[in-house]
Structure formats: structure tokens, C-alpha cells
């Protein structure tokens, strides 16, 4: 996972943003653009990082939270691929 995935992981997980981000509102505020960010989030709600709440809304998911908090190593989330 890439320091640019985690930022975007932080800002889905940053209760001080918002709960619920949408690919463009974490787009403007990480200076990336909506596209990569959309493509992130669909990886990341594959691997159960962060869930879907409805059309282009996310939250991040209790995975997501012990991701950033250190108790899940990335190695782990490629595992759940095979």
C-alpha cells in the first residue's frame, strides 16, 4: 500500500472530515484527482478497508480502523485476494 493510499484511507477515517466522504471531496482536500481516488476506494472496499454506504459514499470499515491503528499489516489484506 502506497503513502498515497493511506492518506486516503486517513481521510475516509478522519471523524473530524466527515463520517460519509464521496471520491470528489477527498479528491479536492488530498490534491489528487477523483478518478485515482474512485479507483482506491473500489480497491479498498474489495479488500473490506472501507464500505459502501450508497452511490458514491464511504465510511471506513472496522478493518479500515485497525489498518490505521497498526493491528492489520497490508500483507494480510493481499492474502484475502487468493
Given at each position: 500500500?502506497?503513502r498515497?493510499?493511506f492518506?486516503?484511507?486517513?481521510?475516509?477515517?478522519?471523524?473530524?472530515?466527515?463520517?460519509?466522504?464521496?471520491?470528489?471531496?477527498?479528491?479536492y482536500?488530498?490534491?489528487?484527482?477523483r478518478?485515482?481516488?474512485?479507483n482506491?476506494?473500489?480497491?479498498?472496499?474489495?479488500?473490506?478497508?472501507?464500505?459502501k454506504?450508497?452511490n458514491?459514499?464511504?465510511q471506513?470499515s472496522?478493518?479500515?480502523h485497525a489498518?490505521l491503528?497498526?493491528q492489520?499489516?497490508?500483507?494480510?489484506?493481499?492474502?484475502?485476494?487468493?
Amino acid at each position: 500500500m502506497s503513502r498515497e493510499d493511506f492518506r486516503i484511507l486517513e481521510a475516509v477515517g478522519d471523524p473530524e472530515i466527515l463520517v460519509v466522504q464521496s471520491p470528489a471531496i477527498i479528491a479536492y482536500n488530498l490534491d489528487m484527482t477523483r478518478p485515482h481516488v474512485s479507483n482506491r476506494l473500489s480497491a479498498f472496499t474489495e479488500h473490506g478497508l472501507v464500505e459502501k454506504i450508497e452511490n458514491g459514499r464511504y465510511q471506513l470499515s472496522d478493518l479500515g480502523h485497525a489498518y490505521l491503528e497498526g493491528q492489520l499489516d497490508a500483507d494480510d489484506l493481499e492474502a484475502t485476494d487468493e
